[in-house]
């Protein structure tokens, strides 16, 4: 028999090596890591953008507030009560004759101060119990489980409402009772995480080396489940401005005359049956596009699952 030598195509190689150095092209492409801003902007895409937009002008807008705000948001005057819109007051003023631009740029502090007493307290209550139950497990996992299911019995604004007729309607007390309502969902996020890290070969060879169960979650474990912690902070930070803003709503958070959003809407409430609606309307509006801001910017770094909420 004799061999039949196949004639072979060199554009068919040519063809097939240019596949080939496009995909390692490819390849190379997506193994370069991104970092930064790049990482940022893919991750929350152009409405996520904007969402974080929004939060630096309001993060502005509260630091800067005796800079920028047109007028003292304290001071009133009866003969300018209610006045319409005017270049003098760009959004009209109260039933107290009070500017309520400036209230609602000063209001931009009290509003973000509670839901960042709140995150703050959560993310260490939460990150301390899910790691020491992650790490010891057996009996004390078990216990601190039982006392998150149930912390989960009782409604965040239920305790805040307990906690005020305690200790008396203000914001500090009324963040707290909220931070501790948060607690059990952020916790069990982080502990399902950092379960599985425990779980992992590198924290084995670590305890073999000698290192301290102490030494190893601070300095292996707590950084691989920062992301979980950061995105539900962020997330959390929208719960926790409105039902903020609801308790001030009722009377149970930032006392009078204090200039705070949600205080406002229920100020306003009465002359909004008037037919004088700016102030509630304006008020109303920036809790819903600061609440909608952090909701998006957290979804779009991790997810609603980051928080631990279901609803």
Do not use: C
Request: proline letters at 5%; glycine letters at 10%.
């Amino acid at each position: 028999m004799t061999r039949q030598k196949t004639k072979q195509d060199p554009g068919a190689n040519t063809s097939a090596q240019d596949t080939v150095a496009v995909q390692l092209l490819r390849k190379h492409r997506n193994d370069v890591p991104i970092s930064g801003w790049r990482l940022l902007a893919r991750r929350l895409g152009p409405v996520g953008l904007i969402s974080l937009g929004v939060i630096v002008l309001v993060v502005l807008m509260a630091i800067l507030a005796p800079l920028i705000a047109p007028y003292d948001p304290y001071e009133g005057s009866v003969t300018s009560r209610h006045e319409a819109w005017s270049l003098a007051h760009l959004m009209g003023t109260d039933q107290s004759g009070r500017d309520i631009l400036s209230r609602i740029i000063w209001g931009a502090r009290t509003s973000l101060i509670g839901p960042t007493i709140v995150i703050l307290i959560t993310a260490f209550l939460a990150t301390t119990l899910a790691l020491t139950a992650v790490w010891f497990g057996g009996r004390v996992d078990a216990l601190i489980s039982r006392v998150l299911d149930i912390l989960f019995a009782f409604p965040n604004m239920l305790l805040a409402i307990l906690a005020v007729a305690i200790f008396g309607p203000s914001l500090l007390t009324a963040s707290i009772a909220l931070a501790i309502g948060f607690t059990p969902y952020s916790a069990r996020v982080i502990r399902s995480v950092a379960l599985r890290e425990r779980n992992l070969p590198y924290v084995a060879s670590a305890q073999l080396q000698g290192i301290s169960g102490f030494v190893i979650t601070m300095r292996h474990i707590l950084p691989n489940v920062r992301t979980q912690i950061l995105t539900g902070m962020t997330i959390n930070f929208g719960y926790a401005m409105i039902e903020l803003a609801a308790l001030s709503f009722l009377g149970l958070g930032v006392q009078p005359p204090t200039p705070d959003w949600g205080l406002m809407v229920s100020n306003g409430q009465a002359s909004l049956q008037q037919g004088y609606w700016e102030q509630s309307i304006f008020a109303g509006l920036a809790i819903v596009i600061t609440v909608a801001a952090f909701g998006y910017v957290g979804e779009q770094l991790g997810g609603r699952r980051a928080s631990g909420r279901t609803r």
